[in-house]
């Protein structure tokens, strides 16, 4: 049996102190296959987000085993979870986080240039003509519409290759017309590189796209619910 890239048991992390304390997630256990699609769903605060952080290695956690692509996260400095992103993640936010003063080639050859690569440019634009932003590359974030910056974020959170790519609600800040384009851009690419995709939604048709759905509640993940759905990426 091939082990899953993405592996968490009894991950439990907790804010505050004394009676300001608040248990986010209370010993959550998740794993994901390489190449495989996986949504994360649940009520608001349930902790979902939380989780995908966590797996990010953007949020530490007080207790629990998390291992991705063979690293265990809590061996790692600030500095080594830093490389750990640049190396095996690529992240795409409901919000974009392009920054405003860049334009769309230079985001999308940020994760490039922190790696050291010479060609980062051209790589970088060959990854916006994927996304259909061929003729977008010199607009900066305020130019574009709410789609084509989620087209920049997921050129770069492609552009380096990762094996993983994490996303938080990516169709959430879109109409619906928008948000099937840029799911379908997502499996797609995905699909076609053989990434492991993990993707929080509240959209229960895009979660259903994926090779298998989740549930979170009260910061454990309900394995109970977990079901595996047909027609992935349909």
């Excluded at 439990?12 to 998740?30: C, E, H, K, Q, Y």
Aim: glycine share 10%; net charge negative; hydrophobic share 45%.
């Amino acid at each position: 049996m091939v082990d899953p890239i993405i592996l968490m048991h009894d991950v439990r992390l907790s804010l505050g102190t004394g009676a300001a304390r608040v248990d986010i997630l209370r010993g959550a256990n998740l794993s994901a296959e390489a190449g495989k699609s996986v949504a994360i769903v649940g009520p608001s605060g349930s902790g979902k987000s939380t989780l995908l952080m966590a797996m990010a290695g953007l949020e530490r956690v007080d207790s629990g085993r998390i291992t991705v692509a063979g690293v265990e996260l809590s061996a790692l400095s600030e500095d080594g979870l830093a490389r750990f992103r640049r190396q095996t993640v690529g992240l795409v936010f409901q919000s974009f986080h392009l920054v405003p003063t860049m334009t769309a080639l230079e985001n999308v050859a940020i994760p490039l240039e922190l790696i050291g690569a010479a060609d980062a440019f051209e790589r970088a634009s060959r990854e916006l003509a994927l996304v259909g932003l061929g003729a977008r590359l010199s607009h900066y974030p305020a130019e574009l519409s709410g789609g084509e910056q989620q087209r920049v974020a997921i050129a770069r959170a492609l552009v380096a290759r990762p094996p993983i790519v994490i996303a938080d609600e990516p169709t959430g800040n879109l109409d619906s017309s928008t948000g099937q384009q840029i799911a379908d851009l997502l499996f797609e690419t995905g699909s076609r590189l053989g990434t492991t995709l993990v993707l929080v939604t509240h959209d229960e048709g895009l979660a259903r796209r994926c090779h298998r759905v989740v549930h979170v509640r009260d910061g454990l993940v309900d394995e109970a619910m977990a079901l595996a759905t047909a027609g992935v990426g349909a």
